[in-house]
């Protein structure tokens, strides 16, 4: 079993819609967990972290469920610019062992 | 916030050659770096963990003669590929956490990734 699974995607929505991905880890002494998004070409960069509480930046909501080991991104209200494939990391309590989803591409259609 | 720098952005070599790509922490100390490869719609590869005064940490599959790391400052990792081949064309990113890893809430920071093209 991977470290680290991600929906495969791709997820093609039409603006306006609500997207949610998800992302499962396998070792529940995972302490660390990030959003990234990716654009085409370019290096990904931090999205946003998940807390255990679950939090919001804007139309952006990290959750964080330990039971289930997974973590999920709702975007609400999608822009076309929301479009890029977006990554998930885990990172282990021993700080250096971190592991990445395989990315899901979303793409927000006019 | 934290700035990891990459260079070259890209660079086009002869097939034979070798091409050293610099990976630097401009604001932050890095005793750990990371080396990552990207194909064409293919998720990130971890190609090696770079230690800053020590030698470096290669994935499975990795070539450590092929790939030569070197990170002699905590600031600065750099990655050599040797006599490139036209297969070795891909996206090359580097990454650091701010806190040298030792903070589990500090993120990854990437560099803007390399383009190279073997001819």
């Known amino acids: 079993r991977k470290e680290v699974e991600q929906d495969p995607g791709p997820f093609n929505v039409p603006e306006g819609a609500t997207v949610a991905f998800n992302c499962t880890y396998s070792?529940?002494?995972?302490?660390?967990f990030f959003w990234y998004r990716q654009d085409c070409r370019k290096e990904p960069k931090l999205l946003m972290s998940?807390?255990?509480s679950g939090n919001e930046d804007g139309r952006f909501t990290a959750q964080l469920n330990r039971a289930s080991q997974y973590i999920s991104l709702l975007i609400r209200d999608s822009k076309l610019s929301d479009s890029a494939t977006y990554l998930c990391?885990?990172?282990?309590?021993?700080?250096?062992?971190?592991?990445f989803g395989t990315g899901t591409s979303l793409t927000v259609i006019p | 916030g934290a700035v990891v720098s990459q260079h070259p952005s890209w660079v086009i070599c002869k097939s034979g050659t070798s091409v050293k790509i610099e990976c630097r922490s401009l604001?932050?100390?890095?005793?750990?770096m990371f080396w990552y490869r990207q194909f064409p719609k293919q998720s990130l590869m971890l190609m090696a963990t770079?230690?800053?005064?020590?030698?470096?940490?290669?994935e499975q599959g990795v070539e450590k003669d092929k790939f030569l790391i070197n990170h002699a400052s905590l600031t600065l990792s750099t990655l050599t590929v040797t006599s490139a081949h036209p297969e070795d064309s891909s996206f090359y990113i580097c990454?650091?956490?701010?806190?040298?890893?030792?903070?589990?809430?500090?993120?990854?920071?990437f560099g803007n990734g390399t383009r190279l093209t073997v001819t």
């Open positions: 990391v885990v990172i282990w309590t021993t700080g250096n062992q971190f592991y």
């Open positions: 998940v807390y255990s």
């Open positions: 770079s230690n800053e005064g020590s030698k470096a940490t290669y």
């Open positions: 604001d932050f100390q890095a005793t750990t």
């Open positions: 990454s650091a956490r701010d806190g040298g890893g030792s903070s589990y809430n500090s993120p990854l920071h």
């Open positions: 070792n529940s002494a995972s302490q660390s």
